[in-house]
Nanobody, 125 residues
Framework: QVQLVESGGGLVQAGGSLRLSCAAS????????MDWYRQRPGTGRDIHQRDLVAGFTSGGSTNYADSVKGRFTISRDHAKNTMYLQMNSLKPEDTGLYYC??????????????WGQGTQVTVSS
């Protein structure tokens, strides 16, 4: 199995910065794709109500939601199986529960796809 653990969330004033981390552990041969999502307000933890914020494709290219381009930067430490999201110039509308998602090759023909437990980001105006 694979576990994803997010950290780094918190309360920050508008214009401030936070750095989120997502550490993957377990039976990992390689990580095919890894993304950050944000839960839509009022939807609990429904995985179908999450919007992509930023992510890496299997080819290593990056994707960003239009609303965060120029403010957020995604990065990875392959040796540590960890992904980061540097969030600058934060706005109140960035508030939400941020989830890490990964598509993992476990080796021997097995794959794993899943989510972390989430980390809360709250931006005050």
């Amino acid at each position: 199995q694979v576990q994803l653990v997010e950290s780094g969330g918190g309360l920050v004033q508008a214009g401030g910065s936070l750095r989120l981390s997502c550490a993957a552990s377990g039976a990992i041969a390689s990580i095919n794709a890894m993304d950050w999502y944000r839960q839509r307000p009022g939807t609990g933890r429904d995985i179908h109500q999450r919007d992509l914020v930023a992510g890496f494709t299997s080819g290593g290219s990056t994707n960003y939601a239009d609303s965060v381009k120029g403010r957020f930067t995604i990065s990875r430490d392959h040796a540590k199986n960890t992904m980061y999201l540097q969030m600058n110039s934060l706005k109140p509308e960035d508030t939400g529960l941020y989830y890490c998602n990964a598509d993992v090759d476990m080796g021997h023909g097995s794959t794993w796809y899943g989510w972390g437990q989430g980390t809360q980001v709250t931006v005050s105006s």
